[in-house]
C-alpha cells in the first residue's frame, strides 16, 4: 500500500491552472514577452517550462511547451517567437492581449535546470528563441559565478532581450549568422568559436544549449571536439528547423 501512494505521488499529472495576462511586451518584431498571473504558481527552478493549452470555441485543443523567462520567485514570464505558419505562436504574439486568459500547467523539467549550488562555471549557448531559459539562468546566477552566453540570431534586429544582454557586457557573445555589422560577430557557432569565447574543459564549466533541433546537435558535436565531458552538457531542443 505504503509503495502505491509513493507511485500514486510520482504520477499524478500536473493540474491545469488559469494564466492571466497581466502585460505584453514586444522584444523584436516576431517575438514578445507575456507577463502571467497564476493563481497558486508554485516557484519554478531556471531552465523549467511549462505546457499551456489553448481551447477554441468548437472544443478543439492545442497543447505547447514554452520555457519560463524569469528568475525563480518573480511573475511568470514566458517568451514566444512566431513561427509564421504556426498553429499556436500567432495567437501568442499576434493575437492575445493584456486581460486575456488560457490554461498553463507546470513548471515541468529537472534535467535541463540550473540553480546556484551547482556551481559554475556557466557556458550557455542559444540559438534564436532558444535563448530564453537562458535568461532566466542568467537572471538567477549570483555575481560571483562566472558567465559566458553565445548566441547565435539571423540579425541584430533579432536578439531577444537585447538592452538586457547588453548590460551584460563581455559576458554575451552575439553571432549573427545572416547580416554583418561592425563590432559584431558573424558567422555561426562553431568549435573555433567556443574555443576562443567559451570556458574551456579545463574550467569544469556546466553547458547548458538549447535552440532549434539541428542547432543543438551541431553545438552537442562541437563540445564534444573541444574534449567536454558529455555529461556536463545538457540541450534543450525547442523545434524542428535550423537557424
Ligand atoms: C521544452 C520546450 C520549450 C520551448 N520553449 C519555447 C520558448 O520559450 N519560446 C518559443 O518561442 N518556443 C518554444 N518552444 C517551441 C514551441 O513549443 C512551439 O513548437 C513553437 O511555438 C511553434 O508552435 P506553433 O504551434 O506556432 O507551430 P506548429 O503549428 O507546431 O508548427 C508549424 C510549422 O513550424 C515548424 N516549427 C515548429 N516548431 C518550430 C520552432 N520552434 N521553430 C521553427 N519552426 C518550428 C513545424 O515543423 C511546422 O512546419 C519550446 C519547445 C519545447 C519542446
Known sequence: MAGAAVLGRLEAPLAW???????????????????LDVD????????QHVDIRLTAEDGYQAERSYSVASAPGDPLELTVELVEDGEVSPYLVEELDVGDVFELRGPIGGYFVWEPGHGGPLLLIA????????????RTRPSD??????YSVRTLGDVIYRDELDRLGGDVVVTLTREQRESRRSGRVDAELLREVGFGPGEAPRIFVCGPTSFVEAIASALVELGHAPERVRTERFGPTGR
Open 17 to 35: 491552472r488559469v494564466a492571466t495576462v497581466a502585460a505584453v511586451r514586444e522584444e523584436t518584431p516576431r517575438v514578445r514577452t507575456l507577463v
Open 145 to 150: 559565478v562566472p558567465a559566458r552566453l553565445v
Open 127 to 138: 540559438g534564436g528563441s532558444g535563448v530564453v531559459p537562458l535568461r532566466a539562468m542568467l
Open 40 to 47: 497558486g504558481w508554485p516557484r519554478h527552478r531556471a531552465g
